[in-house]
T-cell receptor, first 114, second 113 residues
Framework: EAGVAQSPRYKIIEKRQSVAFWCNPI?????LYWYQQILGQGPKLLIQ????????DSQLPKDRFSAERLKGVDSTLKIQPAKLEDSAVYLC????????????FGPGTRLTVL | AQSVTQLGSHVSVSEGALVLLRCNYS??????LFWYVQYPNQGLQLLLK??????LVKGINGFEAEFKKSETSFHLTKPSAHMSDAAEYFC???????????FGKGTSLLVTP
């Protein structure tokens, strides 16, 4: 079974530029998560989708971050404009459904903002 | 809000020694608790999870954890460390809304020969 796919793996941009990340979850997984992992810290939830609806985006900086999950499958996360403090690894995860279900993580996209 | 605290950002053990990584949780309701491992430049991989069934949970690679409600703890152990266990370990708890995970800050495990 294929795992969670993410691209690109690495991205370097200048501050104030825009960037987009893509995630393809495991087939059949209804729930998709985007986490931000700053160096030396644990991942922090940015947004959670259930199918193509948003369940929780309370920690998403909506003035610069946006995300969508069209057709309840793939998802994109966008940052516009980027700030230096956005340098982090962006992890996508998916799960079948429910609190006890295992979340499967992709390899992440490492973003460096100069 | 539910949260976890990992005690010790770095733990060093000798190969063959006991591994003990500490995690305490804060939750007003029975929690779901998880341990994940992260190898360099990779995503997180589930080691084990507690979902209110047996309090002693066995996971992959010889790891296990015991849920202790009286101590609000969910410590991760392995009887004998291998060099390949060197990685970052994260304890996590399901949040109140939507089942997203609240992670601890992580513990870096170093295994020395």
């Amino acid at each position: 079974e294929a795992g969670v796919a993410q691209s690109p793996r690495y991205k370097i941009i200048e501050k104030r530029q825009s960037v987009a990340f893509w995630c393809n979850p495991i087939s059949g997984h209804a729930t998709l998560y985007w986490y931000q992992q700053i160096l030396g810290q644990g991942p922090k939830l940015l947004i959670q989708f259930q199918n193509n609806g948003v369940v929780d985006d309370s920690q998403l900086p909506k003035d610069r971050f946006s995300a969508e999950r069209l057709k309840g499958v793939d998802s994109t996360l966008k940052i516009q404009p980027a700030k230096l403090e956005d340098s982090a690894v962006y992890l996508c995860a998916s799960s079948l459904d429910g609190a006890a279900d295992t979340q499967y993580f992709g390899p992440g996209t490492r973003l460096t903002v100069l | 809000a539910q949260s976890v605290t990992q005690l010790g950002s770095h733990v060093s053990v000798s190969e063959g020694a006991l591994v003990l990584l500490r995690c305490n949780y804060s939750s007003s309701v029975p929690p779901y608790l998880f341990w994940y491992v992260q190898y360099p430049n990779q995503g997180l991989q589930l080691l084990l999870k507690y979902t209110s069934a047996a309090t002693l949970v066995k996971g992959i690679n010889g790891f296990e954890a015991e849920f202790k409600k009286s101590e609000t703890s969910f410590h991760l152990t392995k009887p004998s460390a291998h060099m390949s266990d060197a990685a970052e370990y994260f304890c996590a708890v399901s949040s109140n809304s939507g089942y997203a995970l609240n992670f601890g800050k992580g513990t870096s495990l170093l295994v020395t020969p």
